[in-house]
């Protein structure tokens, strides 16, 4: 079974910048320069080919970098215009970020990206009506929802496969979790990559394989540049700026784990884009659908209604 490797592709020193003050600024070039030779050197070694979230402001700031990503054959999705938490906005605002996000990257590339990833993983249970908006956009898939709690993202509960949403228009890929007792164990990726061992990780990965599962995984390009990560240089307030270090320092820690435990990955395990999975799903779909094709397995789980 393949697996699915995406990169959020954002500048830390751009995005941040950006949230704290709310200006868009092209800052942070050489930094992220830096990570994107790292990722596309050890894809090319290894023959991986992986999906790209490119955040709408990144893209429109390095545009060089985005071509780079897609002259090397990987796909390119939206990880929206800005690095704002779904959940904040409004639908009206919502459609008008998704439509300015796409056209972003269909201006720049020539060809208007299938798949969405939210920022933060922000579709909660409060948020739903977002997949219907994120369909109307024109996209074919997300991998926005992570079937954990966690204090800022997840819906415990929600399925951890494959499955349509918002009325079948939109195939939705949840983020990997292994199933450990009563518990979903995060092993998609990020801050899991770099907190937990790296034999979990490719144990964890293995399980789901054997098991038939295709595990979505995720990573930030900062999470592999092994330069440090330096402070914003922002006019900031003294409890912004402590809250600005407070995320430098935890984005910092086990970095150089995260780029050990995916150089342990990219041999031995198979990957597939977000795009062929989603478009193996619908292949599956329409064939179970075929009164003519004999169904060796079950269909596959539905997901929760979505709230229109």
């Not at 023959?47 to 429109?60: D, Q, Y």
């Not at 300015?100 to 409060?126: H, K, M, Q, W």
């Not at 204090?151 to 195939?171: D, K, M, N």
């Not at 295709?214 to 592999?224: E, G, I, M, T």
């Amino acid at each position: 079974m393949k697996h699915v490797l995406t990169i959020d592709y954002e500048g830390w020193h751009q995005m941040v910048y950006g949230e704290a003050t709310g200006l868009d600024r092209p800052l942070g070039e050489e930094a992220l320069a830096r990570a994107t030779d790292t990722i596309l050197s050890l894809l090319h070694n290894h023959a991986v080919k992986a999906t790209f979230f490119v955040l709408g402001v990144t893209a429109r700031a390095f545009p060089h970098l985005v071509r780079r990503i897609a002259a090397a054959g990987h796909e390119v999705g939206s990880h929206g215009q800005r690095h704002v938490p779904l959940h904040t906005l409004t639908r009206p605002a919502l459609a008008t970020e998704l439509d300015v996000a796409r056209a972003t990257l269909g201006d720049l590339l020539g060809v208007a990206p299938l798949g969405f990833r939210a920022p933060y993983f922000s579709i909660r249970r409060e948020n739903l009506w977002a997949l219907e908006c994120i369909a109307e956009a024109g996209f074919t898939y997300d991998s926005s929802i992570y079937p954990i709690h966690h204090r800022r993202y997840g819906i415990p509960g929600w399925p951890r496969e494959p499955h349509a949403v918002a009325g079948g228009r939109l195939v939705e890929l949840p983020l990997a979790t292994l199933t450990v007792g009563p518990a979903e164990l995060p092993v998609a990726g990020g801050g899991y990559f770099r907190a937990l061992p790296s034999d979990l990780i490719l144990s964890a990965l293995e399980r789901l394989a054997s098991a038939g599962r295709s595990a979505v995984l995720y990573l930030h390009p900062y999470q592999l540049d092994p330069g440090p990560l330096s402070s914003v240089d922002a006019p900031l307030s003294a409890w912004r700026r402590l809250g600005v270090e407070r995320f430098r320092m935890a984005q910092s820690l086990g970095r150089r784990h995260s780029l050990a435990t995916l150089r342990r990955l990219l041999p031995v395990a198979e990957f597939q884009t977000a795009g062929e999975l989603a478009t193996a799903f619908l292949t599956s779909r329409r064939r179970s659908r075929d009164p003519g094709h004999l169904k060796a397995n079950s269909p596959p789980q539905s997901a929760p209604t979505v709230a229109s």
